[in-house]
């Protein structure tokens, strides 16, 4: 059974620093990953999708990498504004057409 | 501008009523997930439907819980009855799945039904 681990659970920056979110897996043979957005009293929204086969994702100020066979993944940040504070959450595709597992989550809060 | 609804968006109720709540996933999605979502849990798959068919409910206690597609416009989740522990936000989430593949290999999610079960 797929376990996602998140660390930090919690994080908080002063505005300006670039941060790193972790994320663990247990079981390596993933379709792909993604790294989702969730803001209070919100639903989710997918930020980046990593195939299997690839390496790192851009879009913008973040970059997540994935090293599928140690079972991490990344989600750097850039250059942290205040509208990035939400909580991050990471979840691989077991199967092509399986269920997405998540993991709980990293609440960022990005002080002014 | 195509968004997965859900409704109610709250939802107060006293232990032993019965709760339905209703999801419309993105015209033209064949796929449609209920998650629940508390502090201690996490997000948590319930269900899935392909095509309206079940194809996973084994996160679903299923002597209170029961969800159905009713036709392809709408998911229902119904408990009954209502218990305070199944206080939480209960996703629904939408999808395109075709020749075994999610097409955008994302999910859609909706806004959440916030239920409270005194």
């Known amino acids: 059974k797929q376990e996602v681990t998140q660390i930090p659970a919690a994080l908080s920056v002063p505005e300006g620093e670039n941060l790193v979110l972790n994320c663990s897996f247990t079981d390596s043979a993933i379709y792909n990953l993604q790294w989702f957005r969730q803001d209070p009293g919100k639903g989710l929204t997918s930020l980046l999708l990593?195939?299997?086969?690839?390496r790192e994702q851009t879009s913008g100020r973040l970059n997540a990498s994935l090293d599928k066979s140690s079972g991490r993944s990344t989600l750097y940040i850039a250059a942290s504004q205040p509208g990035d504070s939400a909580t991050y959450l990471c979840?691989?595709?077991?199967?092509?057409?399986?269920?997405?597992?998540f993991g709980k989550g990293t609440r960022l809060h990005i002080l002014p | 501008d195509a968004r997965v609804t859900q409704t109610p968006r709250h939802k107060v109720t006293e232990m032993g009523q019965e709760v339905t709540m209703r999801c419309q996933p993105i015209l033209g999605h064949n796929t449609v997930f209920w998650y629940r979502q508390t502090m201690m849990q996490g997000l948590e798959l319930l269900a899935y439907f392909r095509n309206r068919a079940p194809l996973d409910d084994s996160g679903m206690p299923k002597d209170r819980f029961s969800a159905e597609m009713p036709d392809a416009t709408l998911a229902t989740l119904k408990i009954q009855p209502s218990e305070p522990r199944d206080s939480a936000v209960y996703f629904c989430a939408s999808g395109l799945v075709r020749d075994g593949t999610l097409v955008q290999e994302t999910q859609y999610f909706g806004p959440g039904t916030r239920l409270l079960v005194l």
């Open positions: 990593i195939q299997s086969s690839q």
């Open positions: 979840a691989p595709l077991m199967n092509r057409d399986d269920k997405i597992i």
